[in-house]
């Protein structure tokens, strides 16, 4: 593996991990770290496995095989809940919010659900009101201002992709699953997502796992690049390297730059 | 922060008058069902314990009761999202428990402890506490039952384990193998409820009870939809998988709506033996749970009011169309039940909330029902 460097730390790791639809390997074997504070891309064509990895990775799926690590502990058959508990959140390729609660109200279960106050049945929501604070909070963070008490699904497309990221963010994750944010954005908004992402990451203390097809962002925010095809890992390195790797570059950048229209 | 707190401030200062100002709808029905008894009783010449006052009592206790059973299958199907088909269960767990506690325990110990306060031996009203309590423990065991069988399925096979458990609880309660106890197919008759509480010869306590009881199990399902757990059941309602992925455990919390539906209903099934002095098994038949369903559809599901307007309704309508169409009153309420969810498919509550009337989609809809699908 390129970039391994033994003083890094490790924050997640899949081994041999494995996925089976039926006769389809959507996975096949995949082995590899994510080191902790870098911003790491997942890229690849269409059906290469990328959501269904970030399945494994998130709890969301069992794998068929192999083993998943987080912090260094075995984390591999534990459900989704426990994971957000852990530290490690996702947000979906495809948008999957609360539709009929408002935006607040998205945000602000995300942010109860890290609290322990999810249990008390005889007082009312509105007493808790850290959750509430936290959740405008996020709400500043993702730019969604002002649009509070609007039902989730009457937002405009990009405005749900924010509220994706914003319902992730809440739970204040250490290590943040991206699939694919941009899906469905036009380029103007590329640049506010950009932006907060590397918000994020100048912090220090956040890990971003991100699937990308726009090879532009993703060539100027990583650290570094896992380029998968058919549930295998191609290549892995820096930009430089993934960039120079003249397998990547001869049999599949191409390619890639042609996908960006099918997104 | 400063519209806020202002709010507050003013809120504060005009405590009593505001208060009243913003919740005079709940305020003025609450009124009229107190003033109920008597008001009826001037207009139409009887006494507040007699003739058509006395019947109309006992008419609107069963309204009462029948809403609040209503309301705990809401917060199920209407807050959490679960469509199941076995909440007689609860119900009539509530009131086997109750009946039987009245019937083979509570009087053994009323014979040797008497404690006089006024005309009202104190033990009475422990043992009557103490029926309540076995109705909620009932209803706790029946709810983590039904959660933990029904966990690992969902959709139709949720629906048939609900049923088939609910089914089961009925073939218990008319099982000939605890005739002695329970009375089989006939049920318990003549339970010894206390004198002071005899719904004949007390009719307008037991109406006052009943309301009280109705108001305040309101105010609390109202206080646990509102609450951090009750966000979550909608959340669940609104996308279960995502629940899980910002960090809760869908099935714990609806375990939690499961034994909380149950109590509220168990409750409800304990003050109904009470009324009917009775346990039989039509108290945990699906008939029953039919309309808990039926309610809900009819008043609005998801809305808590609407499922009691919808008991209200559907016993009013039941005691109109019996005596308008006999037997035959079903078929005329289940066209009429038809007739309002083709126009009116969010329910009472649920179509006056959205201020919109659909009257031109709900005559479509009708119009589909007898035109042949076309391909
Ligand atoms: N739940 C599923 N059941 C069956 N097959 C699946 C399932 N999810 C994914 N697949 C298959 O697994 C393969 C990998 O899909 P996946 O969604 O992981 O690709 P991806 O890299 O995320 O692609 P994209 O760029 O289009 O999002 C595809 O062939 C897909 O059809
Ligand atoms: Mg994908």
Redesign the pocket.
Known sequence: MTGDSPEREVILEARNLRKE??G?V??EDVSGKIYAHTLHSII??????????F?LLSGT?PPTRGQIFFKGKDITHQPPYRMVHQGLGRSF?ITNIFPNLTVLENIRLAAQAMGHDSFKLFQHASRFQRYEDRAREVIKVVGLQGLEPVLARNLAHGQKRKLELGIMFAGDPEILLL??PTAGMSSEQVPELLEILQRIMARGDKTIVL?E?RMDMVMSISDFITV?HL?QILAEGTPQEIAANPLVQKAYLGALYGDLGA? | MSEKAEKRVNGKMGAPLGWIRQHWGELAVVVGLILFPYIFGLLSGTSVSQGATKFWQGQLIVMFIMAVYAMSYDLLLGYTGILSFGHAAFFGGGAYAMALFLTHVAPKVTDSYRIMVGSINIADLLMLLAGFLLAVLVAVLLGLLFSAVSSRVKGAYFAMITLAMGQAIHILSKATDFVDWTGADEGLHGVPVPIWLNPTQFRLRFYFIALAFMLIMYLITRRIVNSPTGRVFVAIRENESRVRMIGYNPAVYRSIAFVTAAVIAGLAGGLYALWTMSATPSMTSSALTINALIMGILGGIGTLIGPMLGAVLREFLGHFFYQWFGARWPLVFGVLFILLVLFLPYGIVGTWRLRRLELRQGWQRFLRLFKPEKE
Do not use: I, Y
């Not at chain 1, 690849?44 to 990895?53: F, Q, V």
């Open positions: 639809f039926g389809l959507a996975v690849g064509p269409n059906g290469a496995g990328k959501t269904t990895l399945n799926m390729q699939d694919e699937v097809h998968m549930g997104t």
